[in-house]
């Protein structure tokens, strides 16, 4: 069982930046997908960016290209969202999640992940 602890969420201004950390239990990241999602009050959960395992890519959502970076750190068995030029319609509840994919041409879909956090609340004002 595959355990994903977020942090790193917030409050800050339009135009600011965050970034969002999410702890695997284990080194999961040769077998597994990681990604984050959101969902805000009202509307359904999306993908916002997916990291593959080693060599197999990035994907993004279209309304975050160019604002959001998904990152990794093996070593600490850690996954980043780094998110820049923030308005506020990325205000959402953000959650981490991985899968046992190692490669879809694409965001990870919800219904095919396997572990998910407890998520971190963003806010842009």
């Known amino acids: 069982h595959v355990q994903l602890v977020e942090s790193g969420g917030g409050s800050v201004q339009a135009g600011g930046s965050l970034t969002l950390s999410c702890a695997a239990s284990g080194n999961i990241f040769n077998t597994h997908c990681v990604a984050w999602f959101r969902q805000a009050p009202g509307k359904e959960r999306e993908g916002v960016a997916t990291?593959?395992?080693?060599?197999?890519?990035?994907y993004y959502a279209d309304s975050v290209k160019g604002r959001f970076t998904i990152s990794r750190d093996s070593a600490k068995n850690t996954i980043y969202l780094q998110m820049s030029s923030l308005n506020a319609e990325d205000t959402a509840m953000y959650y981490c999640?991985?899968?046992?994919?190692?490669?879809?041409?694409?965001?990870?879909?919800?219904?095919?992940?396997?572990?998910w956090g407890q998520g971190t609340q963003v806010t842009v004002s």
């Open positions: 990291i593959y395992p080693t060599g197999n890519g990035t």
């Open positions: 999640a991985a899968a046992r994919v190692v490669w879809v041409p694409g965001i990870l879909r919800a219904a095919d992940v396997d572990y």
